[in-house]
């Protein structure tokens, strides 16, 4: 039985686009499955811990469709998210003669569907892949637009490609199994879509943040369709990250920092993004772009989220360095992502000294 109704959003790409269906029970539905491409080999690409937990449910469904249901478990972590896990995706396709029919679906988190969509994207040049995003970030962020990578040790997603999806079905009740820590990770890409878009979106996250902490339904099933909804527009206006699709990456330029700098895995891709957000609020204060109480307002919103808001004490030169790495980097000058009045991101730079300035304030 449906806790809540499926809602069905369209992402505009032309020949490629494709479906994101959000609801309860979508795992078990056969209509979630039903016109993807048919192909005899199928595989389910997923990790050692979201395997056991659902593998077996969505090895039923497609066994519908498809004359030969294949499983891959990948180590599970942000550390696993490297040319060797992804070997073994390859590894497992060649090991069983899959063809370039065969398609390919991510069944986990975001370093799953990243991991999953690049190995699809390169596989015999590319083979068709459906995402079954199975955390809340993966849900309302990762799984739809068609950024796919793993990490190089000197930056994160370093290496990928873009590759859209079939579909993306997004099954709310596998968020019942999701540790509260990962939940709150997810919350963080949710708050981003507030700030850089819709300012009526962040006063109802403020409203909601319980009930979505709670896991009801019905708040995870509105957040998740306007997150999408969201993306879905930037994604179709800009693809490729030309200019536009770079607001989404609100909170990241700090928050890759502390990814990279306390090695992968330390903290959540989610919680480096929170207190990126964070830091970002604070820089658009700091340049006069948002009201003075503006970076409080998010400091309550990602520390209720369950996140944490004080930076770890990397040295400065190690911020700057890290952060000079970053994809939005332009000839050595670092550019963030900053809240231009509320409901509007422009991506720009900042002199260094405010940068440090933010860092200091910011930091444990
Ligand atoms: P993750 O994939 O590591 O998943 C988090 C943890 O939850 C893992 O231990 C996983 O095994 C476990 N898990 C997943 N689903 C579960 C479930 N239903 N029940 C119990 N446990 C479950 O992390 P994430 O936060 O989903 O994704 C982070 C990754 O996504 C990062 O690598 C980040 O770079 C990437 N990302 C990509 C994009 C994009 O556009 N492609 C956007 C945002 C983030
Ligand atoms: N998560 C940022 C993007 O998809 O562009």
Not at 243 to 260: P, Q, S, V, W
Not at 284 to 293: D, N, Q, T, Y
Not at 348 to 357: D, K, N, S, T
Request: net charge negative; aromatic share 6%.
């Amino acid at each position: 039985m449906n806790a809540v109704p499926t809602r069905e959003l369209r992402i505009d790409l032309g020949e490629r686009s494709y479906d994101i269906r959000i609801g309860c029970g979508l795992l078990d539905a056969p209509e979630s499955w039903s016109g993807l491409p048919r192909a005899a080999q199928a595989l389910i690409v997923s990790n050692t811990t979201v395997a056991p937990l659902y593998a077996q449910r969505l090895h039923t469904a497609l066994a519908r469709h498809h004359e030969r249901v294949l499983q891959v478990a990948l180590h599970d972590g942000e550390a696993h998210k490297d040319w060797a896990t992804l070997n073994l995706i390859f590894d497992a396709l060649l090991e069983n003669e899959c063809d370039r029919r065969t398609v390919l679906y991510a069944l986990g988190g975001g370093v799953v569907g990243d991991m999953a969509g690049f190995a699809a994207a390169c596989y015999m040049r590319g083979v068709p892949f459906v995402q079954v995003p199975t955390t809340l970030l993966a849900q309302v962020d990762s799984s739809v637009g068609g950024k796919t990578a793993i990490n190089h040790p000197r930056g994160k997603n370093m290496i990928g490609a873009f590759y859209q999806p079939r579909r993306v079905i997004c099954d709310l009740d596998v968020l019942d199994t999701l540790p509260q820590r990962e939940l709150s990770a997810g919350l963080a890409e949710v708050i981003k879509y507030g700030p850089i878009a819709d300012p009526a979106f962040l006063d109802w996250i403020e409203a909601n943040l319980d009930a979505l902490r709670a896991l009801d339904k019905a708040a995870l099933s509105h957040a998740v369709r306007r997150s999408c909804e969201i993306k879905a527009a930037v994604v179709a206006a800009d693809e490729r990250e030309s200019d536009l699709r770079a607001i989404l990456n609100f909170g990241h330029t700090f928050g890759h920092a502390i990814e990279a700098g306390l090695g992968y895995g330390e903290w959540l891709h989610g919680e480096a993004v929170g207190c990126g957000m964070v830091m970002a609020s604070e820089l658009s204060a700091r340049l006069g772009l948002v009201p003075a109480e503006f970076p409080a307002r998010m400091r309550r919103l990602v520390e209720r989220a369950g996140l944490p808001v004080r930076a770890p004490a990397l040295p400065e030169e190690q911020w700057l360095a890290l952060m000079r790495l970053d994809k939005k980097a332009l000839s050595g000058e670092i550019r963030f992502v900053l809240i231009d009045g509320l409901g509007k991101a422009v991506q720009r730079g900042a002199p260094e000294g405010l940068v440090r300035e933010v860092i200091r304030a910011c930091s444990a």
